[in-house]
């Protein structure tokens, strides 16, 4: 009954999750993951320490296999994708061949891809052209990332899998790096990346992901994702001495941080937490209320999923 709309869907959609799940032992590290992902797409994936970001890559490009549920990329398998050149990837963990020169190693990558990129051109995107003749065991982090990235674009695929791609490379690196994805994703390729640095998230992604123990938390834009999160922030100072435990009864308040005259809260209703303050004849200073930045929504829906948890 429904074999009208599978062949429809597919077609459009560059990855599909449906209902994966994975274990190590006991251990689940994604549990029930359905997701889609769409041609043009730049899409962050989130979550805290073993959330199951680096398996979700690995199921993705087939170097896992799920226990149950099926992961499919163009409409077919992940190894059909990867054979036909349609994913470029960075990995976490890609370990790079020691005793040979970046271009060779770029080149190797180039005559491996069915739809190469000349190598002068892969180096230049990746900032790597200066080094070109060093050794890979010689390069410093930053300078290794980029020729994982030079890699990861060493022809012309549909799909960009960046696993923490920016770690150890400096401030101007990552806006270079930035920049070039940005690209890739306007000449309709989906970029999906998993991040530490939510501020890249947010920067970058005009979608989403949070995992959260293997299942998938929040899908949407960043702004959708910090409206989510149900609070705002709220700062004022105050004179004299502060007393915290008459701050931490105000209502709707989620957190409460007191530093110096400083006070920094988040609240649910900051009107009516503003309203009980004045309340007590509290007279605040420098008052601001504004959004969650993306980090502190992130935190908070994590936090309250890992509270109804236990
Ligand atoms: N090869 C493995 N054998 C056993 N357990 C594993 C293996 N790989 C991952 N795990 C476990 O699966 C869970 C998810 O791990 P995963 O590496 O996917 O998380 P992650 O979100 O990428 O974490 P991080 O942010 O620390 O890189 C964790 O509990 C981890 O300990």
């Not at 963990?93 to 190797?108: A, F, H, P, W």
């Not at 020729?147 to 101007?172: C, Q, W, Y």
Request: proline share 4%; hydrophobic share 40%.
């Amino acid at each position: 009954m429904t074999t009208t709309a599978v062949p429809a869907a597919t077609t459009t959609t560059v990855v599909g999750f449906d209902q994966v799940t994975k274990s190590y032992g006991g251990n689940r590290a994604v549990d029930g993951l359905s997701l889609r992902l769409h041609p043009g797409e730049t899409v962050a994936l989130l979550g805290p320490n073993g959330a199951g970001k680096s398996t979700t890559l690995d199921l993705l490009l087939g170097l896992k296999q799920p226990d149950s549920g099926t992961v499919s990329l163009f409409g077919g398998t992940p190894r059909e994708a990867i054979v036909a050149g349609r994913v470029g990837a960075m990995l976490q963990s890609g370990g790079l061949m020691d005793e040979v020169t970046v271009t060779e190693l770029v080149k190797l990558s180039c005559s491996l891809h069915p739809k190469p990129y000349p190598v002068s051109e892969v180096l230049a995107r990746a900032g790597i052209t200066q080094i070109a003749d060093r050794k890979v065991n010689k390069l410093s982090g930053g300078q290794a990332q980029r020729v994982r990235f030079a890699l990861a674009t060493a022809g012309d695929s549909d799909l960009i899998i960046l696993d923490e791609p920016t770690t150890g490379m400096d401030v101007s690196a990552r806006q270079a790096f930035w920049a070039t994805m940005r690209e890739q994703a306007d000449q309709g390729r989906t970029v999906l990346f998993a991040t530490h640095y939510l501020e890249e998230a947010d920067a970058i992604a005009d979608r989403v992901l949070v995992l959260h123990r293997g299942r998938l938390l929040a899908d949407g834009t960043a702004a959708e994702i910090k409206a989510r999160a149900g609070a705002r922030r709220i700062s004022f100072d105050l004179d004299g001495e502060i007393d915290e435990s008459a701050l931490r009864a105000l209502p709707a308040l989620r957190t409460l941080d007191v530093s110096g005259q400083t006070v920094r809260a988040q609240s649910a209703d900051p009107d009516a937490t503003v309203h009980a303050l004045y309340g007590l004849g509290l007279y605040p200073r420098n008052l601001e209320v504004a959004g969650l930045g993306l980090e502190q929504a992130f935190v908070a829906i994590t936090q309250a999923e890992e509270a109804e948890q236990s």
